[in-house]
């Protein structure tokens, strides 16, 4: 597609389960995002890849997070022993590349997660 | 660490007026600026940059302003219209690669 796609839209989970979400930039981008947005706030960075290092995993909540990007390609963000405060959305965006700055972000839809 | 203001109530807005929302930030001042907009259920998606040495963007009936000294940018939207209803983030670069954004400001224009 042309757009950054992720999967799947909506996910219900039970706490303490594990969960994958996915995202597939635009064909061609290089620089990779995650990011979380709460009901009410900003949008939270997660981790940032250049390829498919990632040079910042600064924001990544708990060690409970992971991420990993294959291929320059598609990335999976993983929970493990999912919270109640892990409930947000989970954005995910590309860029062509980074170094330039101000370089525009293409966002995803985002998946719903929610933790009963 | 930067920290970003934006009006976090609504502003309503009649339709034709002009839209004027608030973008603040508390340290350094950024390379550059960017606002996006973002509709429900959906990601955000990018309007405008503008960067440290320039004062105004312009783009159709948008207009963007970046003064350093305040430590502020102002997102402008003439000739408003009820499509214009959304949430508007400003992000800052922080670094080569970081954005930072803000909480958003919810604009309905009404009919």
């Known amino acids: 597609g042309a757009g950054v796609s992720q999967s799947p839209s909506n996910k219900v989970t039970e706490k303490g389960k594990d969960v994958e979400l996915r995202c597939d930039p635009i064909s061609g981008h290089t620089a990779l995002y995650w990011y979380r947005q709460s009901l009410g706030q900003g949008l939270e960075f997660l981790i940032y890849?250049?390829?498919?290092?990632?040079?910042?995993k600064s924001g990544l909540p708990s060690d409970r997070f992971s991420a990993e990007r294959t291929g320059g390609s598609v990335s999976t963000l993983t929970i493990q022993r999912t919270q109640q405060e892990d409930s947000a959305v989970y954005l995910c965006a590309s860029s062509l590349q980074t170094g330039g700055l101000g370089e525009k972000l293409f966002f995803g839809s985002g998946t719903q997660l929610s933790v009963l | 660490s930067q920290k970003i203001e934006q009006n976090s109530e609504a502003l309503n807005i009649q339709e034709g007026k002009t839209a004027t929302l608030t973008c603040n930030y508390t340290n350094y001042s950024p390379a550059y600026l960017q606002w996006y907009r973002q509709d429900p259920g959906r990601g955000p998606v990018f309007l405008l940059l503008?960067?440290?040495?320039?004062k105004e963007k312009r783009k159709e009936r948008l207009k963007v302003t970046f003064d350093t000294t305040l430590k502020q940018s102002l997102f402008h939207i003439t000739a408003s219209q009820p499509a214009d209803s959304a949430t508007y983030l400003c992000?800052?670069?922080?670094?080569?690669?970081?954005?930072?954004f803000g909480t958003g400001t919810r604009l309905k224009v009404l009919a």
């Open positions: 992000a800052l670069g922080e670094g080569t690669y970081k954005y930072i």
């Open positions: 503008i960067r440290e040495n320039e």
């Open positions: 890849f250049q390829g498919n290092s990632a040079p910042d």
